[in-house]
């Protein structure tokens, strides 16, 4: 009896004391495994901080379509200014057909550049049926053309262009309601070397990605997420929105534009402009946009 009851005890004293141990060990664990994943994440910010730290503060696709506006740092040396698709639409009775009414002809609408920083416009207006041919020019304040890109047909860019200290405004020569402004400011120098730009998208692949002449167009979000950095580009930024006013289209979207769902993507890169925006041509014409 006394050789049970011996037994017994340690049972009841090494069980406890075994199950407390276990307990231990996991709650150890866990919080070894979380402070791991704490500490993982804390350098994925800081490696995005220092991204940010280097290229200065650039700003993200959200609020270059909210404010409809871009102020860029230092280390941009070059920016491609967007034209986009149906951009030679009427503003006045023909918004209905924009790919959207927040930076619906210059992406951005307005922009600021430090001194030294070039900028070149890519016409991503879609030709089809009817090409569009855009010339831009940049009057000074005093009403004064001071620049013109000369003729741009679809994909083209223009010469890259390094402007004063002062304000701007810019216009097509044909299509006049196509107007933007750009300041370049007196107190910051470009000292960097990357290319930035904006970009529309679909959201989502299209029924339908052909031109009017049969052509396939493989552009949409999940491409060119994959295109860009193949291409040597980094995509810094992107913004879905929902675009349909047509009141008599199906899907209440103009039927050029393929969807009512697009991104902005504002990209970076290293290269050459020269390179660039080779690539950025290829990029344009595979867009899904007629």
């Known amino acids: ?23 231990i060990s996991f709650s150890l664990t866990a919080f070894n495994s979380t402070t791991f994943a704490q500490n993982t994440n804390n350098n994925t910010n800081q490696i995005s901080s220092n991204i940010d730290t280097r290229q200065g503060i650039i700003p993200s696709a959200e609020s270059v379509y909210q404010s409809q506006s871009m102020t860029l740092p230092p280390s941009v040396r070059a920016f491609v200014w967007y034209i986009v698709d149906e951009a030679h639409e009427n503003s006045a009775n023909e918004r209905h057909k924009y790919v959207s009414d927040h930076n619906p002809i210059y992406l951005p609408t307005n922009l600021t550049i430090p001194q030294g920083t070039s900028i070149s416009f890519l016409d991503a207006d879609a030709p089809w049926d009817t090409s569009h041919p855009h010339t831009i020019n940049l009057q000074d304040s005093s009403g004064n053309v001071v620049y013109t890109t000369g003729k741009m047909d679809y994909t083209n860019a223009s010469i890259p262009k390094v402007l004063p200290a002062g304000k701007y405004s810019i216009m097509d020569t044909k299509y006049t309601w196509m107007r933007g ?8 120098k470009s000292t960097g070397n990357l290319v930035l730009g904006g970009f529309y998208t679909p959201t989502n692949q299209v029924a339908n990605n052909k031109d009017n002449d049969g052509g396939i167009h493989p552009g949409w979000l999940g491409y060119y997420k994959t295109e860009f950095p193949k291409n040597g580009f980094n995509i810094i930024s992107q913004f879905n929105f929902h675009y349909a006013t047509c009141k008599y289209c199906p899907g209440g979207f103009w039927p050029d534009q393929k969807t009512a769902d697009h991104t902005l993507l504002i990209y970076s890169t290293d290269q050459p402009l020269s390179v660039a925006l080779v690539k950025l041509a290829k990029m344009v014409w595979n867009n899904v946009y007629i």
Not at 8 to 19: D, E, R
Not at 181 to 188: G, H, L, R, Y
């Open 1 to 23: 009896m006394r050789t049970t009851t011996s037994s017994s005890s340690f049972v009841n004293l090494v069980l406890p004391l075994t199950l407390a141990i276990f307990i």
């Open 181 to 188: 402004n750009i300041t370049v400011s007196s107190n910051q």
